[in-house]
């Protein structure tokens, strides 16, 4: 990447967006649009079997976000075929599927039994590649290794969930490993040629907004290829839902208005290079115990960044000040 600046026309990514989205780089990369489908494998995670922990992370309940064809006691193949049934209403156009192992972790099994459910999930024919969604903790030299041989033969993207650059906040949300698990863990799938992934949430618990808009820098420096951003949503029946109840102050909840402001002077400061998956979550509003931003879907809320971009004259990387390979 040559410059953090505009050159003939286009911003060091290739494109004239303002900043280095998702579906651009994917089309450039693999020449056609797909969709995830995911799947519920039936993994469970360290954090609430009892082997680092038994309630999870405060703020996690992974129903949340499994859609409604996923579960556990359907077979991968079938969960695949009802996910492709539910997304060819939308996306008409759409051929090919990346499947989304994505509930809790996605590697915390022996490889064998991984090779099993990601080899009949490559097995099916309109299947081009996997998206693996884990913690960094939940992987080890041998998965690593296998997993960069998976990714010789077909799309694999591994996305691991770190959340927070610091380790005061991974504490108080009882994640259960530590900022630096999850640094080394990039480096080493990164090493291997893995296209590594993660996802960072906004309004954790006694993060202030200084500290949020100082990851910028931090994240910049983790050998990534994509990054995803949440605001935090507060999910019914957590532990976390308990604690905001009991002290709300604590917590950073973004309005709409601020948290536009923020991911503005957040993207100034971020790496160019990386690419940009998501800006916000959405959970159904049935689950969510704070206030939710009216009815505003991730496509429009996309609009608005972009808009709001364009307003400022700015973009991706225009204050970040390190290397860009
Ligand atoms: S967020 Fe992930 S790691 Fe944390 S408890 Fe839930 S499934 Fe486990």
Known sequence: MDSVNKISGVYPWGHERRFNAFPDYFRRLYGSRMQKVSVDAGFTCPNRDGSKGTGGCTFC?????????????????????EGIEFHKK???KVQSYLVYFQAYSNTYAAVDRLSELYNE???HKDVRGLVIGTRPDCVNDEILDFLAEISRRCILLLEFGIESCYD??????????TF???ATATESASNRGLNVSAHFIFGLPGETRGEM????????????KSVKFHQLQIIKGTAMEEEYKRNPADF??????????????????????LVV???TGEVPPRFLANEVWGKKRSDQIIGLIEKKLEELDTWQGRLYKGETA
């Open 61 to 81: 309940n992974n129903k949340a976000f499994n859609p409604s064809y996923c579960l556990p006691e359907k077979s991968i193949t079938r969960q695949i075929e």
């Open 90 to 92: 939308r996306y008409r």
């Open 168 to 177: 005061k906040t991974l504490l108080r949300i009882n994640r259960g490993h």
């Open 252 to 273: 950073e909840i973004f309005s709409w208005d601020d948290y536009l402001c923020f991911i503005i002077m957040f993207l100034e400061k971020l790496n160019p290079a």
């Open 121 to 123: 999930a490559l097995a």
């Open 213 to 224: 808009l100082r990851e910028a820098e931090i994240i910049s420096r983790l050998p990534l």
């Open 277 to 279: 998956e998501r800006f």
């Open 180 to 182: 630096k698990e999850a």
